[in-house]
């Protein structure tokens, strides 16, 4: 019994089609000889009409446009508060103006032919029809796709494909497609199985940017949620939806997903060997959101860099400095390193300035003077201390000062209230009578004998 399932196997397997050299060149014959057919049917008279007629409502179309264009961006001009994506769609049938007046035109001359005359005299304005409407609906679709490469994958590949099912050669060239393939082992991969997989990870991307970035907008007006936990949560929704989009567009495909668990391996180990100081950033920045250490706005200082944190990455920090400068910290840095951060409790900030004055000058006089110009300056607080100034030292040629002053905002700098202040001691020193000492030398000439 089993010899005869086996030879009937092998019988099965040798009556088979198999997709060979052969197959392949006759797919392409006929598909020339439908072209052929196509062009040669062009020459019929009724057809050389239709054609005429198409390249008429052409020019009709762009003379609209032309007319009506610029009353378009005229009536935009006068729309206020508007949504973006309003005034991108509004540009974008701008842009397509065009075509939307031949779609409308043409639409209109193909119902008015069937009424008046045989479908076969509109057989070829029926096709142009579907083929401009067909392009229409897939340019303003595509508009959806944010990324402008995925976007011109999907837009092409959809025109051309829908231009293949419209003339009705699509199964012939699906066939040439799968008919050219290699094989490896036992997977076998065709241009038909690409172009599957380009088209649905390109769909499947787009479907998860899309959610991505709805879910971030909602997460971001969430004000019960600290700034730190939204990024994070972000990013955990990203990682989720992209992976997610992955999986199933090779799913649909039809790729066998049990085969990555060794390029998953693989990947690991890679992970481990030559990206150690990426992965360590990105376990950096976990960690960093997590125990909220530093979150976006706060002021901080690493180093010779002063700055607020204008935005958490999955592998650096953002820090901008007073002068416009945006530092790109490593996350490891920030988590290996001594870290000062300006506002990580609360807002207040405490600022020492030294000072000193001349030794005739009577230091309550000074002490009293350094305060009450502290808090003449309207950055400087009262609450949770008030100004003092204190006497830390006699120096070679002053009495020396320190004056302590608390402020709440960091981000609004530290040099330039510093500089305030200073200021401030100088117009109330001069009109106490107070002086700033400088160094004095008596030199003593020496007469020779």
């Known amino acids: 019994m089993s010899d005869e399932t086996s030879g009937l196997d092998e019988a099965a397997e040798q009556t ?8 392949t060149q006759d797919i392409a014959l006929s598909l020339w000889d439908q072209v052929l057919d196509f062009v040669h049917g062009l020459m019929r008279p009724w057809n050389a009409y239709q054609v005429a007629i198409v390249i008429g409502l052409i020019g009709v179309a762009f003379l609209l446009s032309r007319v009506f264009g610029p009353m378009l961006l005229s009536w935009m001009r ?72 995925v976007r011109a994958i999907i837009r092409y590949g959809a025109w051309i494909w829908v231009t293949l099912v419209v003339l009705g050669v699509s199964d012939e060239t699906r066939q040439l497609l799968d008919s050219a ?80 668990a060794v390029l998953s391996g693989a990947i690991g180990v890679g992970l481990g060997f030559g990206l150690q100081k990426v992965v360590s950033n990105l376990v950096s920045g976990v960690i960093i959101l997590l125990d909220k250490s530093i979150k976006p706005g706060d002021v901080i200082s690493l180093g010779d860099t ?93 009495v020396d000062y320190i004056l302590r002053f608390w402020i ?10 510093r500089g305030a202040v200073y200021l401030a001691l100088w117009d109330a020193f001069k009109d106490a009578g107070i002086n700033f000492p400088f160094p004095q030398r008596e030199v003593r000439m020496l007469h020779e004998d």
């Not at 955990?236 to 495909?253: D, E, K, N, S, T």
Request: hydrophobic share 50%; net charge positive; glycine share 8%.
């Open 16 to 23: 088979a089609p198999q997709a060979g050299p052969q197959d």
């Open 78 to 149: 006068t729309r206020e508060g508007w949504p973006k994506w309003r005034y991108r769609y509004l540009l974008l049938l701008h842009k397509r103006m065009a075509l939307i007046f031949f779609v409308a035109l043409i639409w209109a001359t193909v119902l008015i032919m069937r009424e008046v005359t045989w479908p076969s005299r509109s057989y070829i304005l029926a096709i142009v029809a579907n083929l401009a409407l067909a392009w229409l609906l897939i340019a303003l679709v595509a508009r959806l796709v944010q990324n402008n490469l």
């Open 181 to 260: 393939a290699l094989t490896v082992g036992t997977i076998r991969v065709s241009l038909w199985t690409i172009v599957q997989a380009v088209v649905m990870l390109g769909l499947t991307f787009a479907v998860a940017r899309f959610l991505s970035g709805t879910s971030s907008a909602s997460i971001k007006r969430n004000e019960d949620i600290s700034p730190s936990m939204q990024v994070l949560m972000i990013k955990f929704l990203q990682v989720l939806l992209y992976g997610a989009a992955f999986f199933i567009g090779l799913r649909i495909v039809g790729v066998d997903l049990t085969g990555l």
């Open 306 to 398: 002063f700055g607020w944190i204008n935005s958490l990455g999955a592998r650096y920090v953002s820090v901008v400095t007073r002068d416009g400068k945006e530092y790109l910290i490593p996350n490891e840095d920030l988590i290996t390193g001594q870290v000062v951060n300006w506002s990580h409790s609360n807002d207040f900030v405490r600022l020492d300035i030294f000072f000193g004055t001349a030794y005739g000058d009577d230091p309550h006089v000074v002490r009293k003077a350094a305060i009450e110009a502290a808090t003449s300056v309207d950055r400087v607080l009262n609450d949770p201390k008030a100004p003092v100034c204190h006497i830390v030292g006699f120096g070679d040629s002053s």
């Open 408 to 417: 709440s905002d960091p981000t609004g700098g530290l040099t330039n209230i």
